[in-house]
Every structure is written in C-alpha cells, then in structure tokens.
C-alpha cells in the first residue's frame, strides 16, 4: 500500500514487480488449462476436474472461488492452440489489495469433453479473439493475488 502511486485519473498504479506478478498469475490460470504442444486434450480435461479444489484455491478467490469449488462443470474446455497473453494491469484500489487484469485471448481452439461421459463434444473449436477484464485481489492468506471477478468480455 505504501508505494501505490495515485495516477490523474484517481486510480492507483502498483510497482511493476506487483503488475507482473498479477499478469503471471493470471496467464498461469488459463494455461493450466491448456494441452499444448501436443498434450492429449483428454488427460488434461480429467486433470482439470480432478483438480478443481487445488486450482480454485490456487487462482480464484471469494464467491469465484466457492462458484469453481461447489458445482461440477458438465462440461470442460481445453486449450489445445492459441495463446493466452495478460496485457495490462491497472486501476489498482486505494487499499493495494484489489485491481483489474486485462486477459487477451488469440487463436483458441478448443477440445470441449462431457464430464460425465468423457465424450469429446467439440473438437478443435476456433473461438473469436476476445479480451477479458478480470478484477484481481491480493489475498493475504496465501501471500498472491488471485481472480475475484470477470468484469467483460469483449471481441476483437
């Protein structure tokens, strides 16, 4: 909180070694549930259901977090191409504890599975580039700053 700097829009700017950690964390989310470089989608896509709690914990906080934990997805989508790019963080509060995280999507296909059956139910799906803005906050408990809330999404 000490070196939040007050910008002349009213907003607060962090240090870059906090924006980075922020784009770090945020870009690790989406990869985590990804199979790249020829991974099979199918064992990610268990992976990622068998791990909800570890990476609902690890990335997401507040009610995102109990959402992640609490319902079973009956689907999964893996990323099997594109990339994943955190372009901007900003708008940091008064606090230090909260900002928000701009997340560029490029180029995704994706492999879609349903869980209950594990029958791949789009393959190779291309989705439109898009740009999420994600609000971020610190969380005190674990020592990292995690996603709390997907603020839009807008097409490129």
Do not use: C
């Not at 020829?38 to 570890?54: C, F, M, R, W, Y």
């Not at 319902?71 to 708008?91: C, E, K």
């Amino acid at each position: 909180v000490d070196q939040m700097v007050k910008q002349a829009d009213g907003s607060y700017m962090a240090p870059e070694a906090v924006r980075q950690a922020i784009r770090e964390m945020a870009e690790g989310f989406f990869l985590r549930r990804a199979a790249l470089n020829g991974q099979d989608s199918l064992v990610k896509a268990k992976e990622i259901v068998s791990n909800v709690v570890s990476l609902s914990n690890e990335f997401l906080i507040g009610e995102l977090r109990d959402a992640g934990i609490s319902a079973p997805a009956p689907r999964v989508n893996v990323m099997v191409s594109g990339t994943i790019h955190a372009v901007d963080v900003r708008a940091f509060g008064a606090d230090g504890v909260t900002a928000f995280v701009a997340v560029e999507h490029a180029a995704n296909k994706m492999d879609v599975y349903d869980t209950s059956t594990w029958a791949v139910t789009s393959k190779g799906l291309l989705l439109p580039d898009f740009l999420d803005i994600w609000q971020s906050r610190y969380d005190p408990t674990d020592g990292r700053w995690k996603l709390e809330k997907l603020i839009a999404t807008e097409r490129k």
